[in-house]
């Protein structure tokens, strides 16, 4: 079955960086969009970013432009954030995302940013 661990969360000042991982497994990785998301106490789930299966094309949301790079390696079945230049405001639990018939989520990893 499909299955997205998440990674790499912590706690981190401001200004710092952070990068997370999803494993993937139980489908065939290199064939299928990858996505993170964020979710915010007492906010919705938001997309943070995404790449194509081959990795070509990315998307990062407005908030994040120049600070996140999603990136992916395809002979290891992970995707990743890199998160830099981190500010309160992007602490929230992270999840990684895939749809594949329907929609896989992983269990999230809590970044927080605080001095």
């Known amino acids: 079955q499909v299955q997205l661990v998440e990674s790499g969360g912590g706690l981190v000042q401001p200004g710092g960086s952070l990068k997370l991982s999803c494993a993937a497994s139980g489908f065939t990785f290199s064939s299928y969009s990858m996505r993170w998301y964020r979710q915010a106490p007492g906010k919705e789930r938001k997309l943070v970013a995404q790449i194509s299966g081959i990795g070509i094309s990315t998307y990062v949301a407005d908030s994040v432009k120049g600070r996140f790079t999603i990136s992916r390696d395809n002979a290891k079945n992970i995707a990743y954030l890199q998160m830099n230049s981190l500010k309160p405001e992007d602490t929230a639990v992270y999840y990684c995302?895939?749809?594949?018939?329907?929609?896989?989520w992983g269990q999230g990893t809590q970044v927080t940013v605080s001095s």
């Open positions: 995302n895939t749809y594949w018939q329907r929609d896989y």
